[in-house]
């Protein structure tokens, strides 16, 4: 079984320092897969962070992160208060370069006012659907059961909706929502006459889920449900949200893609 947290491992260096090993089982068809990329910068900050939960991680990636590789992550402290801490983390070569960096925001929860806007979309169980997984290595390490929108080509908009879940039999947390929020296909994809080449620029993670919703979850699927934004001058965006079985909302997602 390929395991997500030991191929998230960081081995101390100095403090806020580690060292990482770029797990070939997940790379993508255009180096290390993004959401391992953001999982691993995440979990740098959570080990450098204290007490803090985190509430929303954006990844910028500037350069291809070769399978294989070993990597150094960095966590800088930004600013720290009473309620919210925000880290600068960046993943550096073994010559220095910065192969992609993280804003991440932290926060201490407090019980407070509610509202949710909007409600999970209808779907079948898992159960229902076929397995798919999808291309690259990192494929074999999640279970994608399609519910509607995805492939043929050509279609008229670019919604999808999906089960989803990492295949390592852990429970969620925060750190398997911020990878399983780079699990959909490119939206250029759904509306182009065939698959073309496409990267993520920058995406970001919202993270809304309270402990006893992500218990509830356990190793269970969740629900993603990804539309696309627009596409213009060889770049779009999607917007995603992930729901829990019972219907929570877990996390929301935006991505800036380029494409040929």
């Known amino acids: 079984m390929i395991d997500l947290d030991r191929s998230l491992s960081?081995?101390?260096?100095?403090?806020?320092?580690?060292?990482?090993?770029?797990?070939?089982?997940?790379?993508?068809?255009?180096?290390?897969?993004?959401?391992?990329?953001?999982?691993?910068?995440?979990?740098?900050?959570?080990?450098?962070?204290?007490?803090?939960?985190?509430?929303?991680?954006?990844?910028?990636?500037?350069?291809?992160?070769?399978?294989?590789a070993t990597i150094n992550v960095r966590a800088r402290p930004i600013v720290s208060g009473r309620s919210i801490a925000q880290w600068r983390v960046e993943i550096t070569g073994v010559d220095g370069e910065v192969m992609a960096s993280a804003a991440v925001v932290s926060a201490r929860r407090r019980e407070n006012d509610r509202f949710v806007e909007g409600v999970a979309p209808h779907a079948p169980a898992p159960s229902e659907f076929q397995e798919?997984?999808?291309?690259?290595?990192f494929g074999a390490s999640v279970d994608v059961r399609p519910v509607s929108g995805f492939?043929?080509?050509?279609?008229?908009?670019?919604?999808?909706?999906?089960?989803?879940?990492?295949?390592?039999?852990?429970?969620?947390?925060r750190v398997r929502l911020g990878f399983l929020a780079d699990v959909a296909p490119p939206r250029i994809w759904l509306v182009g006459e065939r698959p073309r080449p496409s990267?993520?620029?920058?995406?970001?993670?919202?993270?809304?889920?309270?402990?006893e919703e992500l218990a509830a979850v356990g190793s269970d699927y969740i629900l993603s449900e990804v539309t696309g934004v627009r596409a213009e001058g060889s770049v779009y965006g999607h917007a995603m949200r992930l729901w829990s079985p019972s219907g929570a909302l877990l996390a929301t997602s935006e991505q800036l893609c380029w494409f040929k």
Not at 29 to 57: S, V
Not at 132 to 137: A, N, Q
Not at 199 to 211: L, R
Request: no cysteine.
């Open 151 to 173: 492939p043929p080509l050509n279609q008229a908009d670019t919604r999808t909706l999906s089960w989803v879940r990492d295949l390592s039999g852990a429970p969620l947390d």
């Open 132 to 137: 798919f997984h999808p291309p690259g290595p």
């Open 199 to 211: 990267s993520t620029i920058t995406m970001s993670v919202y993270f809304y889920a309270n402990e």
């Open 10 to 68: 960081l081995s101390p260096t100095n403090e806020n320092e580690w060292r990482a090993f770029a797990d070939p089982a997940f790379e993508a068809n255009t180096g290390m897969f993004g959401g391992w990329t953001a999982a691993l910068m995440l979990k740098a900050a959570i080990e450098a962070g204290g007490d803090y939960t985190p509430a929303a991680i954006t990844v910028s990636f500037a350069r291809r992160i070769e399978a294989g």
